[in-house]
């Protein structure tokens, strides 16, 4: 019987409740707890992520999983497909690519997800619309050394957000939020004058060891962002 992340989820729960790992204590690898529990290891990864999501454990890249010693409530940033979050506002969506290259890898990127020199990677930059008036502006960067399909998809029929998603899962993101003022390209496409102020979120992700994207959403004047926690 193939073992759901929820119950993976709920012993890890269990035993950090029961004392079994302490506050503070480095809980086994998710390989290791994957052949404990006998399931594959994105079983774990999922129960994982949810229960740091929850405030129990503090997931670090590289440095492992560790029991917090206080519950901490954390604010959930899940990655939507911005198709459903435009017609979740009840407007038409519409998607158009501007641009697509194959490029070798600039060096503040390589230094930003640690990638190998002298590979190549995918950027795109592409529109996104809500009832025909632009909504956000995204610049993408895609580690082709991890997803070499990536140069073959056809991302003038299907946006790189929702491409990804359903083509590749991650087990770590890093999230960073900030306003900027809107450079002269930006400005024409989102429709709005050079040096309003915008909302940029950006956003790297990578599965296990290898890095998989990384965003620059520039969203329209007014956007608001909600989350939970």
């Given at each position: 019987?193939?073992?759901?992340?929820r119950?993976?989820?709920?012993?890890?729960?269990?035993?950090?409740?029961?004392?079994?790992?302490?506050?503070?204590?480095?809980?086994?690898?998710?390989?290791?707890?994957?052949?404990?529990?006998?399931?594959?290891r994105?079983?774990?990864n999922?129960?994982?992520?949810?229960?740091?999501d929850?405030?129990?454990?503090?997931?670090?890249?590289?440095?492992?999983?560790?029991?917090?010693?206080?519950?901490?409530?954390?604010?959930?940033?899940?990655?939507?497909?911005?198709?459903?979050?435009?017609?979740?506002?009840?407007?038409m969506y519409?998607y158009?690519?501007?641009n697509h290259?194959i490029?070798?890898?600039?060096?503040?990127?390589?230094?930003?997800?640690?990638?190998e020199?002298?590979?190549?990677?995918?950027?795109?930059?592409?529109?996104?619309?809500?009832?025909?008036s632009?909504?956000q502006y995204?610049?993408?960067?895609?580690?082709?050394?991890?997803?070499?399909?990536?140069?073959?998809?056809?991302f003038g029929?299907?946006?790189?957000?929702e491409?990804?998603?359903?083509?590749v899962?991650?087990?770590?993101?890093?999230?960073s939020?900030?306003?900027?003022t809107?450079e002269?390209?930006?400005?024409?496409?989102?429709?709005?004058?050079?040096?309003?102020?915008?909302?940029?979120a950006?956003?790297?992700?990578?599965?296990?060891?290898?890095?998989?994207?990384?965003?620059?959403?520039?969203?329209?004047?007014?956007?608001?962002?909600?989350?939970?926690y």
């Amino acid at each position: 019987m193939k073992t759901a992340f929820r119950d993976v989820k709920e012993e890890i729960r269990r035993r950090i409740v029961q004392g079994v790992w302490g506050a503070g204590d480095l809980l086994p690898n998710e390989v290791d707890l994957a052949q404990q529990f006998q399931c594959a290891r994105a079983t774990v990864n999922r129960a994982m992520r949810e229960l740091a999501d929850e405030g129990l454990v503090e997931r670090k890249r590289k440095a492992g999983t560790r029991v917090l010693s206080s519950p901490v409530r954390q604010a959930r940033f899940n990655i939507p497909i911005v198709r459903k979050e435009i017609e979740a506002r009840g407007a038409m969506y519409r998607y158009a690519l501007v641009n697509h290259e194959i490029i070798d890898t600039p060096d503040w990127l390589r230094a930003r997800l640690g990638l190998e020199q002298g590979k190549q990677v995918l950027h795109l930059t592409c529109m996104h619309y809500g009832d025909s008036s632009p909504y956000q502006y995204e610049d993408r960067w895609i580690n082709l050394a991890a997803l070499p399909q990536a140069s073959d998809a056809d991302f003038g029929a299907v946006g790189p957000n929702e491409w990804l998603i359903a083509e590749v899962p991650y087990s770590d993101a890093e999230i960073s939020f900030s306003a900027l003022t809107a450079e002269p390209d930006v400005a024409k496409h989102l429709g709005c004058a050079h040096g309003d102020p915008l909302f940029l979120a950006e956003r790297s992700t990578w599965f296990e060891t290898r890095a998989i994207t990384y965003v620059k959403l520039v969203f329209h004047r007014g956007y608001r962002m909600t989350t939970r926690y």
